[in-house]
């Protein structure tokens, strides 16, 4: 796979961070796989599948060797691998906190998908036993290291807006398959909120860098549809933020393709569309110097991720977003759904801290 232009060649493999990738699904085939090969500071050096032969051919495509390719019953085989010092798991939900625990024991540092587990007691015990056994924990938040989302967050706290007033946000897909794993409440721990929802949630905490006080939330299961036996359809939620912010989360899988952010103020507003995809991004802020639409240098999320997560396994920094992110949305997701339940209000615990639960800001693309 060709660099990109703006990626700086990879260092030695000998000198990078070597990463075991459990879980060959579509994104550990299509987006994170590629994204190591251009990655400066890592490098995939094992591979972790439920199918042996699935491993192998892909171990096989890197230039590594059958050896290199594990079932998940020779996970623990990994603790003899010096050149694996950190995992990336992208397993179902529902096995993040088994294997990130399992690494830990390993003395193995943890990169882990969204959400962090399938609850808020989920992932904060894959927060312990990474801070037990002396390891890094990094959820895998790969908005938060865009330079688009480092704008909307520039924008929105630098004042261009004026006083905020407003956020909306919508992340929406049809799910068409009834047998898909995300549609297992024991799998997935919901349905729409924590997969695509949850960019909506964390996105909007990161560009005002601060933390809902309340929610109220209203959820859809239709009868009779194969799809949502287990799970909802649909989430609307509104959440109240420090100064009488207001904002509105929208997220389905059952309307079309829809990704997008907005924030206004009393002087301007935010708008992103599409706010989350893997590529493509787009932002425009509007004051009352005119509309700006900021452009940046061609870049792979997943490997800025890759990168930042290296940095901090050399520096021993805390990642920009640790465990305690991935804990907290589950704390705010696990009250939207009480919410819905029970057609209540949820208050929250109180957080005076901005970016209360992030660590070392992460390098961004430069023009």
Not at 136 to 154: G, I, K, N, V
Not at 316 to 323: E, L, Q, S, Y
Not at 331 to 338: K, Q, S, W
Request: net charge negative; hydrophobic share 35%; proline share 7%.
């Amino acid at each position: 796979m060709p660099l990109k232009p703006d990626i700086t060649p990879p260092e030695a493999q000998d000198t990078r961070v070597g990463f075991a990738l459990v879980g060959i699904g579509k994104l550990t085939a299509e987006e994170l796989i590629p994204a190591a090969r251009t990655s400066e500071h890592a490098y995939v050096a094992a591979l972790v599948s439920g199918e042996p032969d699935k491993g192998q051919g892909f171990a096989r495509a890197l230039g590594l060797t059958d050896g290199d390719a594990y079932t998940y019953e020779q996970f623990g085989e990994l603790a003899g691998r010096e050149d694996v010092q950190a995992v990336y798991i992208v397993t179902p939900n529902s096995l993040h906190r088994e294997y990130a625990t399992r690494a830990a024991r390993l003395g193995k540092h943890v990169l882990c998908e969204k959400p962090l587990g399938v609850n808020a007691e989920d992932a904060q015990a894959i927060v312990d036993a990474c801070r037990e056994a002396g390891v890094l924990l990094m959820t895998a938040y790969r908005c938060q290291y865009t330079p688009e989302h480092w704008a909307a967050r520039d924008a929105v706290q630098g004042g261009t807006l004026g006083d905020l007033r407003l956020l909306h946000s919508i992340h929406a897909q049809v799910e068409d398959d009834p047998e898909a794993w995300r549609l297992k409440r024991e799998l997935a721990g919901g349905g729409p909120l924590p997969d695509v929802g949850i960019y909506s949630l964390n996105t909007l905490r990161f560009i005002t860098g601060q933390e809902p006080e309340w929610v109220f939330a209203t959820q859809h299961q239709p009868g009779g549809d194969p799809r949502f036996q287990e799970v909802e359809a649909s989430m609307s939620a509104l959440l109240g933020f420090p100064g009488g912010v207001s904002a509105t989360i929208q997220t389905s899988y059952a309307a079309v393709k829809t990704t997008s952010l907005r924030a206004m103020g009393e002087k301007g507003s935010l708008n992103m569309e599409p706010a989350f995809p893997y590529d493509g991004l787009k932002v425009q802020v509007s004051g009352e110097g005119g509309t700006h639409e900021p452009t940046f240098p061609e870049y792979d999320q997943f490997t800025l991720e890759f990168d930042h997560f290296a940095g901090c396994i050399r520096s021993g920094d805390t990642p920009w977003t640790p465990g305690e992110e991935g804990v907290q949305d589950h704390v705010i997701m696990d009250a939207l759904y009480e919410s819905a339940r029970t057609g209540q209000v949820v208050r929250l615990p109180t957080h005076t801290k901005r970016d209360a639960f992030r660590g070392t800001k992460p390098k961004l693309p430069q023009k």
